[in-house]
């Protein structure tokens, strides 16, 4: 019998720890291990003095991740689900607060969650076929990892709002104009573009860098916990809606769905 594959890979290059979400024919979507996979990761990086950068990517070349496995919400307990949200919102915590810099190599399409990974990171580079988005409302939920929190701090509020309450997907090209992604390169460059990054962050000082990110980290986050607080309540409220079953049925059912405001 072979052994099941990993969902998610962690492989050293260098200075850099690479955190490969391996669900490509879900279009890496996050589940649970994955989730759980990042946590190891990041706590292996964050002991070993010779990682300097720890790298999240996608498996393949269509995706970095295409959001939460919405199998998930297809679910009627909404106990489960509510830890799986909880889950979720912790491991961004633990991404953002993590002390070495952290970089999103975007391979794909990253969407809901995906997009919410990225967020979370210090720094993303794009292949040139990425797209972001928070398309969540077309499921009858919410953002439910930080989407309302993190997306406001990097475009400001009314670009985030417009973004948030249309569910727009946007373009890695648009990506970058609005500063959601440092650089935008060829598909096939992307991996030496974040190996030079890696290169460049690696040379310097580590001390220094790490002070600098608790800084700005503290900054940013001072009101975060609160704000994903109020956004995992709004998740489940929305969760134990009819909207919620009618978008995820449509999801599944390839429709557009009838959306009764109930």
């Not at 279009?27 to 190891?40: D, K, P, Q, T, Y």
């Not at 199998?71 to 915590?93: A, C, W």
């Not at 953002?96 to 969407?111: E, M, S």
Request: proline share 4%; aromatic share 6%; hydrophobic share 45%.
């Amino acid at each position: 019998m072979m052994a099941e594959e990993k969902a998610l890979i962690r492989s050293l290059e260098g200075k850099a720890l690479w955190l490969t979400i391996n669900r490509p024919k879900a279009f890496n979507a996050l589940n649970s291990e994955v989730f759980r996979g990042i946590r190891e990761g990041l706590a292996e990086a964050e002991a070993n003095p010779n990682i300097a950068v720890v790298v999240i990517t996608g498996a393949g070349e269509k995706a970095f991740s295409a959001g939460a496995d919405v199998e998930k919400f297809k679910s009627p307990n909404v106990e489960e689900v509510r830890e799986f949200i909880k889950l979720g919102q912790e491991t961004i915590l633990k991404v953002l607060r993590f002390p070495k810099p952290t970089i999103a190599a975007v391979n794909g399409v990253a969407l809901g969650g995906g997009c919410e990974l990225a967020m979370a990171c210090d720094i993303r580079i794009a292949s040139e076929n990425a797209r972001f988005g928070q398309p969540e409302p077309r499921l009858g939920i919410i953002p439910g990892w930080g989407g309302t929190q993190l997306m406001p701090r990097l475009l400001g509020l009314a670009k985030a709002k417009e973004l948030l309450l249309t569910g727009r997907v946007i373009s890695a090209q648009e990506a970058e104009r609005l500063g959601l992604v440092s650089r935008v390169v060829a598909q096939g460059e992307l991996k030496k573009a974040v190996e030079e990054l890696v290169e460049t962050i690696g040379g310097l000082a580590p001390l220094a860098i790490q002070a600098v990110k608790r800084i700005l980290t503290a900054q940013a986050e001072r009101m975060l916990e609160e704000g994903l607080r109020e956004e995992l309540e709004s998740f489940m409220k929305c969760y134990e809606t009819e909207d919620r079953v009618e978008g995820v049925s449509a999801f599944f059912e390839k429709r557009k769905p009838a959306f009764k405001g109930r």
